[in-house]
């Protein structure tokens, strides 16, 4: 237990002094909802159906961090470990890699939900942002889009013959659904043409889900997005699983 | 009776259609150095990766403190250091951070303060690792293995790429750590290191055991393969060239 302590507590100062990351995670969404709310304010409007900008931008901006931690920085991290041999030295260890890659998958995800803390605090000061969700369906919603977009990440990697690679597919899929998912921009403000692109685009379904739980919805209203989550989360790990075990690590 | 740390009996490493180690065997004993010199592609650091455990000969078997490597890595990882021929660190870890988190993975491990004191890098402790000069980071990649308190030292060409002063200094570093009774298997490309640590050497030539005993051995079994050529005077380098089967074309006066 000392030892997992010991490595997840530099593995988070690694993450930390990542610029990307830590600017992404925490800065980004924070500036965004301050630049909003600045704006517009967190007025009900008939074009949110009476929430205010900030009670929507809240659980969408979470959706954001999930991209950042589970699209990013966690399979670029892994790239980089396996491409310079680190996981390499590592297996030359008692622990071995394994021990290693569940750490640093926990990092991120405490990470992202350091993020959503820091999210719902500045909401919460500035504009006074409450929630009428159930603790236990908000909780549920988050972890599966959480554990949803790191399998795909993870999935990346699988595919990916290297880090340059792997760095192409983050960065693209990370770029696209942060800006067509609903994530940054309301789809309230998307055409048509957008609204069918954004259908494709797994971040979409986390942005609706997470939309409807944070204003009390139940997670039934939702079985699609849930179903769909929960395939792409079932299918990217268990084909990621199969391609890592023919990879040569050595 | 010798103690016997290493016991590579008949072993084989094949990928796909390429045979990189054959029908090798040898055995490493207590308090030595055994150096593995060979020339590229010999097949050296896939038979040190077999007996770190890292990789599964084809056919044979290893036994290392009696134990097969890749079915028991947890139990020998606790007892043998490793240095791997190519191997990085986290980029944004420094060097302090980099000890403490190779400690944690052992049970009793060394104080990593004292080593860091010993191989004269405590005033790096602080500095990022990828910061360090080459030398530097081998002698951090030493520390890393000397952390599990090893009865062996696995090092893949550890001085590739240093200076001549840098060697030397690493070269000091492994008489002591020697001395203080750690085995060590040494894979190197230069014949002065061998020369000067080295208690046995196993000759590996397209993976297949060419020689394998004592440095003087070395030398007779050398004088019989080169017969007229042969000169009392030559160094282990100069003899390895003479044994080589890639004799260079090159001929200085090309380049003049």
Redesign the interface.
């Known amino acids: 237990m000392?030892?997992a302590i010991?490595?997840f507590q530099?593995e988070t100062?690694?993450y930390l002094?990542?610029f990307f990351s830590f600017f992404f995670t925490f800065a980004f969404p924070t500036l965004l909802l301050i630049l909003y709310g600045s704006i517009y304010g967190n007025e009900p409007s008939d074009f949110f159906g009476g929430r205010g900008t900030i009670d929507v931008s809240i659980p969408a901006y979470c959706a954001m961090i999930i991209g950042v931690t589970g699209l990013m920085a966690f399979p670029l991290t892994l790239a980089?470990?396996k491409e310079?041999?680190?996981y390499?030295?590592f297996?030359?260890?008692?622990?071995?890699k394994g021990f290693i890659i569940w750490i640093q998958i926990a990092v991120n995800v405490m990470m992202t939900i350091a993020g959503f803390i820091v999210l719902l605090l500045v909401g919460n000061i500035l504009y006074d942002v409450t929630f009428d969700g159930n603790l236990f369906a908000i909780s549920f919603a988050m972890l599966l889009s959480i554990a949803t977009i790191f399998s795909i990440g993870f999935f990346f990697t699988a595919i990916a013959r290297d880090s340059k690679m792997t760095n192409l597919l983050c960065y693209l899929s990370y770029f696209i659904m942060l800006f067509l998912s609903g994530a940054t921009m309301p789809k309230e403000m998307f055409s048509d043409t957008l609204l069918t692109v954004s259908k494709f685009l797994p971040l979409t379904y986390v942005v609706d889900l997470l939309q409807g739980v944070f204003t009390g919805d139940l997670l039934t209203d939702y079985t699609v997005e849930l179903l769909l989550l929960g395939a792409i989360l079932l299918s990217c790990s268990i084909v990621g699983a199969i391609l890592y075990r023919r990879k040569n690590w050595? | 009776m010798e103690n016997i740390l290493v016991k590579v009996e008949d072993i084989s490493i094949q990928y796909k259609s390429i045979t990189a180690v054959k029908n090798l065997s040898f055995d490493v004993k207590h308090g030595e150095i055994f150096a593995i010199i060979g020339p590229n592609g010999a097949g050296k650091t896939s038979a040190v990766e077999c007996i770190e455990g890292l990789r599964q000969p084809t056919s044979g078997e290893i036994k290392v403190f009696g134990m097969t490597p890749h079915k028991n890595r947890k139990h020998i990882y606790q007892k043998i250091g490793i240095q791997l021929q190519e191997a990085d660190y986290p980029d944004k870890i420094k060097v302090h951070e980099l000890c403490k988190y190779y400690a944690a993975f052992y049970k009793n491990p060394a104080d990593w303060r004292l080593v860091l004191q010993q191989l004269d890098l405590e005033k790096r402790a602080k500095t990022l690792v990828k910061k360090l000069s080459g030398g530097e980071k081998r002698k951090l990649s030493i520390l890393l293995a000397l952390l599990p308190k090893p009865q062996l030292l696995i090092l893949d060409e550890l001085t590739t790429g240093l200076d001549p002063e840098a060697r030397r200094m690493i070269w000091q570093s492994l008489a002591h750590i020697r001395d203080s009774g750690t085995s060590i298997i040494l894979v190197s490309h230069y014949l002065d290191e061998i020369e000067y640590l080295a208690n046995r050497l196993l000759y590996l030539v397209d993976g297949e055991n060419k020689f394998v005993g004592t440095l003087k051995e070395f030398r007779q079994f050398a004088k019989k393969q080169l017969a007229e050529k042969w000169n009392e005077q030559y160094t282990l380098e100069q003899i390895y060239l003479h044994l080589s089967p890639k004799k260079s074309n090159l001929r200085l006066e090309v380049l003049s």
Not at chain 1, 91 to 96: E, K, L, Q
């Open positions: 000392k030892q010991t490595i530099l100062k690694l002094r990542d980089h470990y310079h041999r680190i390499k030295r297996d030359a260890t008692p622990v071995g050595v």
